[in-house]
Protein backbone atom coordinates (compact mmCIF):
# COMPACT_ATOMS: atom_id res chain seq x y z
CA UNK A 1 0.00 0.00 0.00
CA UNK A 2 1.05 3.65 -0.42
CA UNK A 3 1.89 5.66 2.51
CA UNK A 4 -0.57 8.46 2.71
CA UNK A 5 0.54 11.80 3.74
CA UNK A 6 -1.76 14.62 5.07
CA UNK A 7 0.05 17.87 4.53
CA UNK A 8 -1.60 20.19 6.99
CA UNK A 9 -0.84 23.76 5.53
CA UNK A 10 -1.23 26.90 9.11
CA UNK A 11 0.09 29.99 10.25
CA UNK A 12 0.26 30.08 13.63
CA UNK A 13 -1.70 33.33 14.10
CA UNK A 14 -4.35 32.62 11.28
CA UNK A 15 -7.32 33.32 13.58
CA UNK A 16 -9.58 30.52 11.27
CA UNK A 17 -6.60 28.02 12.29
CA UNK A 18 -7.10 28.38 16.09
CA UNK A 19 -10.88 28.00 14.98
CA UNK A 20 -10.11 25.15 13.53
CA UNK A 21 -7.71 23.32 16.49
CA UNK A 22 -10.17 21.52 18.31
CA UNK A 23 -11.54 19.18 15.33
CA UNK A 24 -8.16 19.33 14.03
CA UNK A 25 -6.79 17.45 16.70
CA UNK A 26 -9.58 15.08 16.56
CA UNK A 27 -8.89 14.52 12.48
CA UNK A 28 -5.54 13.98 13.75
CA UNK A 29 -6.40 11.12 16.48
CA UNK A 30 -8.46 9.26 14.11
CA UNK A 31 -6.10 9.30 11.20
CA UNK A 32 -3.46 7.43 13.71
CA UNK A 33 -5.92 4.36 13.15
CA UNK A 34 -5.14 4.55 9.59
CA UNK A 35 -1.56 5.31 9.56
CA UNK A 36 -1.19 8.41 7.66
CA UNK A 37 1.49 10.35 8.25
CA UNK A 38 0.80 13.68 9.36
CA UNK A 39 2.92 16.72 7.93
CA UNK A 40 3.17 20.26 9.03
CA UNK A 41 3.89 23.17 6.86
CA UNK A 42 3.88 26.60 7.23
CA UNK A 43 2.15 29.38 5.04
CA UNK A 44 3.68 32.45 5.92
CA UNK A 45 -0.05 34.95 6.64
CA UNK A 46 2.37 37.87 6.82
CA UNK A 47 5.77 38.97 6.14
CA UNK A 48 8.55 41.13 8.68
CA UNK A 49 7.10 44.35 9.52
CA UNK A 50 7.51 46.86 12.84
CA UNK A 51 4.63 48.80 11.63
CA UNK A 52 1.51 49.26 13.68
CA UNK A 53 -1.28 47.50 11.87
CA UNK A 54 -3.47 50.28 10.19
CA UNK A 55 -6.48 51.27 12.35
CA UNK A 56 -9.08 49.42 9.58
CA UNK A 57 -6.91 46.12 9.25
CA UNK A 58 -7.56 45.70 13.20
CA UNK A 59 -11.34 46.19 12.75
CA UNK A 60 -11.56 43.48 10.24
CA UNK A 61 -9.63 41.41 11.92
CA UNK A 62 -11.58 41.91 15.33
CA UNK A 63 -14.50 41.47 12.68
CA UNK A 64 -13.29 38.24 11.72
CA UNK A 65 -12.70 37.18 15.53
CA UNK A 66 -15.96 37.73 16.21
CA UNK A 67 -17.62 35.83 13.23
CA UNK A 68 -15.52 32.71 13.93
CA UNK A 69 -16.93 33.00 17.51
CA UNK A 70 -20.39 32.75 15.84
CA UNK A 71 -19.85 30.32 14.21
CA UNK A 72 -17.53 27.93 15.85
CA UNK A 73 -17.63 28.95 19.73
CA UNK A 74 -14.08 29.85 19.60
CA UNK A 75 -12.96 31.81 22.87
CA UNK A 76 -11.61 34.83 22.18
CA UNK A 77 -9.43 37.58 24.55
CA UNK A 78 -10.03 40.97 22.41
CA UNK A 79 -8.18 42.55 25.18
CA UNK A 80 -5.48 42.27 22.73
CA UNK A 81 -6.78 44.94 20.54
CA UNK A 82 -6.19 47.49 23.28
CA UNK A 83 -3.40 46.17 25.52
CA UNK A 84 -1.20 45.75 22.83
CA UNK A 85 0.77 46.95 19.27
CA UNK A 86 -1.21 44.85 16.98
CA UNK A 87 1.80 44.41 13.71
CA UNK A 88 0.83 42.53 10.95
CA UNK A 89 3.72 40.29 11.04
CA UNK A 90 3.29 36.53 11.45
CA UNK A 91 6.92 35.34 9.92
CA UNK A 92 8.34 35.49 13.52
CA UNK A 93 6.01 32.98 14.98
CA UNK A 94 6.28 31.16 11.63
CA UNK A 95 10.17 30.72 12.44
CA UNK A 96 9.80 30.12 16.26
CA UNK A 97 7.65 27.19 15.08
CA UNK A 98 10.07 26.03 12.57
CA UNK A 99 12.99 26.58 15.44
CA UNK A 100 10.86 23.82 17.60
CA UNK A 101 10.21 21.87 14.79
CA UNK A 102 13.48 21.03 14.74
CA UNK A 103 13.68 20.04 18.22
CA UNK A 104 10.43 17.87 18.04
CA UNK A 105 8.09 20.57 19.90
CA UNK A 106 6.05 22.07 17.05
CA UNK A 107 2.68 21.36 18.43
CA UNK A 108 3.63 22.56 21.54
CA UNK A 109 5.08 25.68 20.41
CA UNK A 110 2.23 26.50 17.61
CA UNK A 111 -0.35 26.03 20.86
CA UNK A 112 1.56 28.26 22.87
CA UNK A 113 1.78 31.06 20.46
CA UNK A 114 -2.25 30.37 19.74
CA UNK A 115 -3.21 30.27 23.24
CA UNK A 116 -0.79 33.71 23.85
CA UNK A 117 -2.27 35.37 20.80
CA UNK A 118 -5.87 34.58 21.09
CA UNK A 119 -6.12 34.17 25.30
CA UNK A 120 -3.80 36.10 26.57
CA UNK A 121 -3.33 38.96 25.00
CA UNK A 122 -0.43 39.05 24.02
CA UNK A 123 1.68 39.87 20.81
CA UNK A 124 3.67 36.50 19.19
CA UNK A 125 5.27 39.63 16.17
CA UNK A 126 7.42 40.07 19.15
CA UNK A 127 10.81 38.16 19.58
CA UNK A 128 9.73 38.84 23.48
CA UNK A 129 6.75 36.67 23.65
CA UNK A 130 8.08 34.41 21.46
CA UNK A 131 11.04 33.94 24.00
CA UNK A 132 8.83 33.56 26.31
CA UNK A 133 6.56 30.72 25.24
CA UNK A 134 9.82 29.00 23.64
CA UNK A 135 11.45 28.83 27.34
CA UNK A 136 7.63 27.36 28.36
CA UNK A 137 8.04 24.89 26.36
CA UNK A 138 11.18 23.61 27.00
CA UNK A 139 13.31 25.37 24.45
CA UNK A 140 16.46 27.10 25.79
CA UNK A 141 15.95 30.64 25.88
CA UNK A 142 19.06 32.06 24.46
CA UNK A 143 19.96 29.58 21.41
CA UNK A 144 16.08 30.45 20.41
CA UNK A 145 16.64 34.12 20.15
CA UNK A 146 19.95 33.82 18.22
CA UNK A 147 18.33 31.24 15.44
CA UNK A 148 14.90 33.48 15.98
CA UNK A 149 16.86 36.23 14.01
CA UNK A 150 19.49 34.04 11.83
CA UNK A 151 19.88 33.46 8.52
CA UNK A 152 19.62 29.94 8.02
CA UNK A 153 16.21 29.84 10.09
CA UNK A 154 15.13 32.63 7.90
CA UNK A 155 15.83 30.97 4.42
CA UNK A 156 14.37 27.51 5.73
CA UNK A 157 10.98 29.64 5.99
CA UNK A 158 11.06 31.45 3.11
CA UNK A 159 12.22 27.51 0.69
CA UNK A 160 8.89 25.76 2.93
CA UNK A 161 6.59 28.95 2.02
CA UNK A 162 7.45 28.89 -1.56
CA UNK A 163 6.45 25.08 -0.90
CA UNK A 164 3.33 25.55 0.49
CA UNK A 165 1.90 28.01 -1.55
CA UNK A 166 2.65 25.46 -4.70
CA UNK A 167 0.32 23.02 -3.05
CA UNK A 168 -3.11 23.36 -4.08
CA UNK A 169 -4.61 25.48 -1.53
CA UNK A 170 -7.04 28.12 -0.48
CA UNK A 171 -5.62 30.17 1.94
CA UNK A 172 -4.79 28.76 6.18
CA UNK A 173 -5.68 26.50 7.15
CA UNK A 174 -5.51 23.76 4.30
CA UNK A 175 -5.33 20.41 4.30
CA UNK A 176 -3.56 18.56 0.97
CA UNK A 177 -3.74 14.47 0.77
CA UNK A 178 -0.83 12.75 -1.18
CA UNK A 179 -1.03 8.93 -2.23
CA UNK A 180 0.56 6.84 -4.50
CA UNK A 181 1.88 10.03 -6.22
CA UNK A 182 -1.47 12.11 -6.63
CA UNK A 183 -2.25 14.67 -4.56
CA UNK A 184 -5.58 15.62 -3.50
CA UNK A 185 -6.80 18.83 -1.81
CA UNK A 186 -8.82 17.84 0.86
CA UNK A 187 -11.96 20.09 2.11
CA UNK A 188 -11.59 21.85 5.76
CA UNK A 189 -14.89 21.03 7.60
CA UNK A 190 -14.15 23.08 10.24
CA UNK A 191 -16.74 21.76 12.61
CA UNK A 192 -16.75 17.82 11.65
CA UNK A 193 -13.94 15.77 11.22
CA UNK A 194 -16.03 12.84 10.63
CA UNK A 195 -16.67 14.41 7.10
CA UNK A 196 -12.85 14.92 6.68
CA UNK A 197 -11.75 12.17 7.77
CA UNK A 198 -14.49 9.92 5.23
CA UNK A 199 -12.95 12.00 2.25
CA UNK A 200 -9.31 11.37 2.89
CA UNK A 201 -10.34 7.13 3.79
CA UNK A 202 -12.02 7.16 0.73
CA UNK A 203 -9.29 8.71 -1.34
CA UNK A 204 -6.90 6.37 -0.08
CA UNK A 205 -8.69 2.94 -0.71
CA UNK A 206 -9.52 3.89 -4.03
CA UNK A 207 -5.55 4.17 -4.87
Known amino acids: MNQAVLHYVYDPMC ?11 QLVEALANDEVEINYHLGGLAPD ?7 ELQQTLQG ?7 KLGTEFNFDFWTEC ?37 KNP ?5 LIELAEQVGLEGERFATQLTSQEI ?10 SRAMPIQGFPSLVLTVGGDV ?5 DYNNWQKTHKQI ?3 INNK
Open 64 to 70: IWRTIHA
Open 154 to 163: NTKLMKEISV
Open 184 to 188: FPIAV
Open 15 to 25: SWCWGFKKTWL
Open 201 to 203: TQL
Open 49 to 55: SDQVMPE
Open 85 to 121: QPQRSTYPACRACLIAREEGKEQEMLLAIQQAYYLQA
Open 125 to 129: SLSST
